[in-house]
């Protein structure tokens, strides 16, 4: 609808009157009337259904209709259209009766000048405009109110209180109307504590004019029923500017949340059960690499161990029978004894760590097993210059151990503990007796037996504590394994902790090596009391 162009039906059947209205607004400058006549109300309807027009002015007595039957008659075929009435009937009562029923205006013909008739016609026209821009914003407003189910849409005043929420608001909480919750505040339909934090973020949004974007709530009802909601509130402005209040918007992200939630636990599992995955494919790695070692070495030792055989006989006979005056010779028969004695101890290690073992069980006494051991191990640890401090309590209960296995790991265990003192040091042997106290958790041992002591076992502790030089945290992991070595190329072979393991292993025992406090080596070998005892 154009202002400047007004598109007029004038229904009159009067003609002079006709010409005398036409006349009125031809005149009128700035403003162009299209003006459409009918002198019958039947042949106004034509135009109304069917053409553009802006108003109608309608005179009520016409030869085929009367009265306010002409008004209702036309506001049947259109309601939009606004209709003022000019009629010759000056009858107040009849005028606000009209009025009521929707016309725009209505004017007394012997009154009407062309400034008060075209002002009435603008009015008329701005009015209805204005009544439908209305009628427009209401419905955009129910459209965004109640368009969008899931979304909780309210308004507040600056107390808290619901002035106007949406069906999703009052659903949400239990109400089938939402006039039920106007006047109502949060602390009607939610925790205290919730509350609480909404009155808190609302007087911020109204003192600082400044809205609160986004905020994830997690919000709590009177039952105790959490949910969740993504929540935007801004200020509400009064007719001064002022802010009054807030207009908010939650939308329920309960579903996402909780899908959200299964999605972390659903991560975290597959992250720990692909770090479990690692875990245990580097040890079937490391079994593996051992298998294929011990294999390696159990024929490289098998091949080796006769011609070492033959070689000492030779190298004995040599010596006894052929050289003895020669001393340069006798010398040098004699480097090459000790060559092959320190030849058959690693073929002796390998055998040892490769092998399958039968043990051989007999109920001994571990302190008598050290004893023995030392004896050994006397010369070297003299010469090491290393002094022995012993602590091997009377009436320990015995093993069922085979022997001269366990006496190899001894020796193995304190020869390390020499080499570790180049300079001297102590080293103190001490054993005693305990009862487990929880199981340990199920394992396998290197031999595929379980490891594993039960709460209740009594148990026979040997702790063997050096002064030496200790080792690097970082080769710690790698001392069992085989030819895992720091001596220098034909000091060590790298095999006496593997030998020591698998040892212990078969006896179903543990064995720990870690850095003693105050520097050293401190290694603890627990090996199960025998139950008979
Ligand atoms: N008491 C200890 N103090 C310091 N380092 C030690 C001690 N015991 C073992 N080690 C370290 O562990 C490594 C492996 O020891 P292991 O007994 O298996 O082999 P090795 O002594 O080098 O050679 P061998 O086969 O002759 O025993 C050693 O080379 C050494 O680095
Ligand atoms: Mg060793």
Request: aromatic share 4%; glycine share 8%; hydrophobic share 40%.
């Amino acid at each position: 609808m154009q202002v400047e162009r007004i598109r007029v039906l004038l229904v009159e059947d009067d003609p002079s009157q006709m010409a005398l209205v036409e006349a009125i607004l031809q005149r009128e400058k700035g403003v162009v009337f299209e003006v459409k006549t009918a002198d019958l109300l039947s042949a106004a309807f034509k135009p109304l259904r069917e053409e553009q027009i802006d108003i109608v002015l309608l005179d009520l007595s016409l030869p085929d209709s009367h009265g306010i039957d002409t008004f209702l008659k036309v506001r049947e075929v259109t309601c939009h259209t606004p209709v003022i009435v000019l009629t010759g009937n000056d009858d107040e009562e009849l005028a606000l009766e009209i009025l009521r029923r929707g016309a725009q205006d209505y004017l007394f013909k012997g009154t009407v000048d062309g400034p008060l008739l075209v002002r009435a016609i603008r009015y008329s026209i701005y009015r209805i405009l204005s009544e439908r821009n209305l009628e427009e914003q209401r419905t955009r407003h129910r459209l965004l109110m109640e368009g969008i189910p899931d979304v909780r849409i309210y308004f507040k005043d600056a107390g808290g209180h619901f002035l106007e929420v949406n069906h999703a608001m009052a659903n949400f909480h239990g109400f089938n109307d939402p006039r039920e919750v106007v006047g109502l505040t949060d602390y009607d339909l939610f925790s205290r504590a919730h509350a609480d934090e909404a009155a808190r973020d609302e007087r911020q949004i109204v003192n600082s004019g400044q809205p609160l974007v986004g905020k994830m709530e997690k919000e709590t009802d009177q039952e105790g029923k959490v949910t969740w909601a993504l929540t935007t509130k801004m200020p509400l402005q009064d007719g001064t500017g002022r802010n009054a209040g807030i207009v908010g918007i939650s939308r329920d992200i309960t579903d996402l949340k909780t899908t959200e939630e299964r999605l972390w636990s659903a991560l975290e599992e597959v992250t720990k059960s692909h770090e479990e995955l690692s875990e245990t494919q580097l040890l079937l790695i490391q079994a593996e690499k051992l298998r294929s070692l011990g294999q390696m070495a159990a024929s490289v030792a098998h091949e080796v161990k006769n011609p070492l055989a033959i070689l000492k006989m030779g190298i004995e006979c040599l010596g006894e029978h052929c050289f003895q005056e020669n001393e340069q010779i006798s010398g040098l028969v004699g480097e090459m004894k000790g060559a092959v004695h320190r030849a058959e101890g690693i073929i002796r290690d390998m055998l040892d760590y490769s092998a399958a073992h039968e043990l051989e069980l007999r109920e001994v006494c571990v302190n008598s097993l050290i004893e023995r051991t030392l004896t050994f191990v006397r010369h070297e640890l003299a010469k090491g210059r290393v002094r022995v401090v012993t602590d091997l309590p009377e009436g320990l209960s015995s093993c069922r151990l085979d022997a001269p296995k366990i006496e190899q790991v001894f020796i193995n265990v304190f020869t390390n503990a020499c080499h570790a003192m180049p300079d001297g040091g102590e080293l103190t042997i001490a054993t005693s007796e305990k009862l487990v106290e929880s199981d340990d958790p199920e394992m396998e041992g290197d031999n595929g037996h379980p490891v594993r002591f039960r709460r209740g076992d009594k148990v026979v502790a040997v702790t063997i504590r050096d002064t030496g030089t200790g080792i690097p945290e970082d080769k710690l992991p790698k001392i069992f394994d085989p030819f895992f070595t720091t001596k220098d190329l034909g000091e060590g072979s790298g095999l006496g902790l593997a030998v020591v393991k698998k040892i212990i292993d078969l006896h179903q025992g543990k064995i720990s090596i870690v850095n003693a406090e105050g520097g050293g080596v401190l290694v603890t070998v627990e090996l199960k009391c025998f139950s008979g005892s």
